[in-house]
């Protein structure tokens, strides 16, 4: 009988595999959890200069997903200015993220002073559509939340969407730490994992690496987290297998990479540079960066 040979593939060539990988990385991790601590806490005071009296004030969302930090966002600066007509328009290019969006706005009370407009098209193509119209710097806060990984040329991408700000403006960016044990296994790992165009292995070292370059002003904040991955560590537990699907961006990665690559990573990951252990369980050190780049 022949063997069936299985070779790694990234995980973002399966939406479904993908969807459900984030999910419960969602569910073991405290990531929602830190960044709505940083909206409730840091950010008021963050973006206090981009109202300015103003009646109304426009917020771009790049690639917004399902619109569930979003909205805790916006419900934020509602509260912090009652009065001000919010124009919220969301970049995201899978129609499936749009329609999620949708249904939590129309479940969601107290929106009456949003205005919300979807454009389903990556950041790239909106990029291409505004510079092609020369309808620029019209907003007051531009955010981009976890979506870094997904465009082809980071700094092109940023140095675009700090273009479009009004004067006042900020743009915040949020993604893995540089001191993150994503960052420890991308540099490691990286080149023996499934390359995608749809993904790039950086974190907030590039991105402040890249801004210090460019003189842009910004602010950098550590917002802790973690995941427990103590799953990762039993054999056959499909728990396991998904959260290492997940912290591989592969597919399938227990059953498709080779051994040797296998074991190195499990046996990594238990390690303090990569998680602590806490008792019997295992958190791998999820921490993010909030960078706050000025206009």
């Not at 969602?26 to 009296?53: R, Y």
């Not at 909106?126 to 082809?152: D, P, T």
């Not at 997940?246 to 390690?271: G, R």
Request: hydrophobic fraction near 40%; charge should be negative.
């Amino acid at each position: 009988m022949l063997a069936i040979i299985m070779t790694m593939r990234s995980l973002f060539s399966d939406h479904s595999h993908y969807v459900a990988s984030f999910q419960l990385f969602l569910k073991n991790s405290t990531e929602h959890q830190c960044m709505l601590e940083f909206i409730h806490k840091k950010l008021p005071h963050l973006i206090s200069s981009i109202s300015n009296g103003k009646a109304e004030i426009n917020i771009l969302s790049v690639g917004g997903g399902s619109g569930e930090i979003d909205l805790r966002i916006l419900a934020r600066l509602q509260s912090e200015y009652p009065e001000v007509i919010i124009h919220n328009d969301v970049i995201e290019p899978n129609a499936e993220q749009i329609n999620s969006y949708k249904e939590r706005v129309a479940k969601t009370s107290d929106l009456k002073n949003i205005k919300f407009t979807w454009h389903k098209e990556t950041s790239l193509e909106y990029e291409c559509r505004i510079m092609a119209s020369k309808e620029m710097g019209k907003w007051n806060f531009i955010h981009m939340i976890q979506m870094l990984y997904y465009v082809k040329d980071m700094p092109a991408t940023i140095r675009f969407f700090h273009s479009i700000l009004e004067p006042g403006a900020k743009l915040l960016i949020i993604l893995v730490s540089g001191r993150s044990g994503w960052a420890k296994l991308w540099r490691k790992y990286g080149p023996r994992l499934p390359l995608n165009d749809l993904c790039l292995y950086i974190s907030s070292a590039d991105v402040e690496e890249m801004l210090d370059g460019s003189g842009l002003k910004y602010q950098s904040y550590e917002l802790p987290s973690d995941m427990d991955i103590t799953d990762c560590f039993t054999e056959g537990s499909k728990t396991g297998e998904l959260l290492l699907d997940f912290l591989t961006e592969t597919c399938n990665f227990s059953k498709t990479a080779p051994l040797d690559l296998k074991n190195e990573i499990v046996e990594d990951l238990k390690k303090p540079e990569y998680s602590e252990r806490r008792g019997d369980k295992y958190f791998f050190n999820n921490t993010l960066s909030a960078i706050m780049i000025e206009y």
